[in-house]
């Protein structure tokens, strides 16, 4: 009874961390509108950050709490989660992926390069304050160079925000900068862009939400470890990291349906970044993440070869069907191997 009351815990407050952080996103989003922030800041900043929410405030949460092993599970589990089990399904429902060469060329080296970074920051076994800094401030240069980057592409930073432009054909080029939750603002209409009450509510009620969700998503991840005798980590590497990455899935799915791969790709790009430079690097600006032996024995080892196949397999500018199978192949072997089936 108690396993299933803490379950049941898990899943609202996970639900209500994610819903909180879409209110949380489109009310700064449109409270940015109004006070005419720098498009700069309202794009890279509260956009970009916005796709992170619930995995950042859950590791936050988790660092309070005493538990920072988690916050790092978190980080890594969802990375892995977006390469390896995203990636495979949309492959397999698009059975080839197309990709254009400046994904290749321009994202998927500064994928690599960041990755690598962070590989050199754990492999003491722990993120400091100052490596956390480091991670942090890796991912605002690759979001000034992806802006940098679309900006040749005729875009300029007024464009990246400007609602009509979320319905236009540059979509595409947009999604490679901010995933997901970015996504979702092109629903936005002029009269979204009204400062009332209605938008002070929702910036209030995701902010509650958010702190709310997250404080009881970890706690039940906690508990739920305890009733069941395994480390948090592991369910952090499983529910907590899968139910996270759904919003991705769901917007690479939608887009690779349309045939707009590079937008499929570019959100999990996008969204992995965010989770090893941003959750990672932030949550180490408030207590040292140590990684514990499950995280160092086997997520690393997988988050390394996830990101290798990942970037190798775009070399040819297409993932085929095949590679999507090999993919889903590879993140069963980890579910396998983090519970000690073999």
């Known amino acids: 009874m108690i396993l299933f009351i803490w379950s049941l815990i898990f899943i609202l407050s996970l639900l209500v961390l994610i819903k909180s952080a879409d209110w949380l996103t489109e009310a700064a989003v449109t409270l940015s509108y109004n006070l005419k922030a720098p498009p700069f800041i309202t794009g890279l900043v509260i956009l970009s950050l916005g796709t992170s929410l619930p995995e950042l405030a859950a590791g936050i949460a988790a660092v309070f709490q005493g538990k920072p092993e988690v916050s790092a599970a978190i980080a890594v589990g969802s990375t892995i989660v977006n390469l390896l089990l995203n990636v495979g399904i949309v492959a397999v429902l698009a059975g080839t992926l197309v990709i254009r060469k400046k994904l290749v060329d321009f994202d998927a080296t500064l994928f690599i390069i960041d990755v690598i970074l962070f590989f050199l920051f754990v492999s003491d076994g722990v993120i400091n304050l100052f490596e956390g800094i480091i991670l942090f401030l890796a991912f605002l240069v690759y979001a000034f160079y992806a ?134 690097g932030v949550c180490a600006m408030f207590a040292p993440l140590r990684l514990d032996n499950l995280t160092m024995s086997v997520g690393l080892p997988f988050l390394f070869a996830a990101s290798l196949i990942f970037a190798v397999s775009g070399i040819p500018k297409r993932i085929h069907f095949w590679e999507g199978i090999m993919y889903l192949f590879i993140y069963f072997v980890f579910i396998v191997k983090i519970f000690g089936l073999f």
């Open 147 to 280: 802006l940098a980057e679309n900006k040749g592409d005729g875009m300029t930073t007024e464009d990246l925000i400007t609602p009509e432009l979320l319905d236009a054909k540059t979509e595409t080029k947009l999604m490679q900068i901010v995933p997901t939750r970015f996504e979702k603002s092109r629903a936005y209409s002029q009269k979204n862009k009204d400062l009332d009450l209605k938008n002070f509510f929702y910036l209030i009620l995701g902010v509650l939400g958010l702190t709310a969700g997250s404080v009881f998503t970890v706690e039940a991840v906690i508990n739920l470890a305890d009733l069941l005798r395994v480390s948090g980590t592991l369910i952090a590497f499983t529910m907590l990291a899968i139910a996270a990455a759904l919003p991705e899935l769901f917007v690479a799915v939608s887009a690779a349906s349309e045939r707009k791969y590079d937008l499929a790709l570019g959100n999990i790009y996008g969204s992995s970044l965010v989770n090893l430079l941003v959750v990672s």
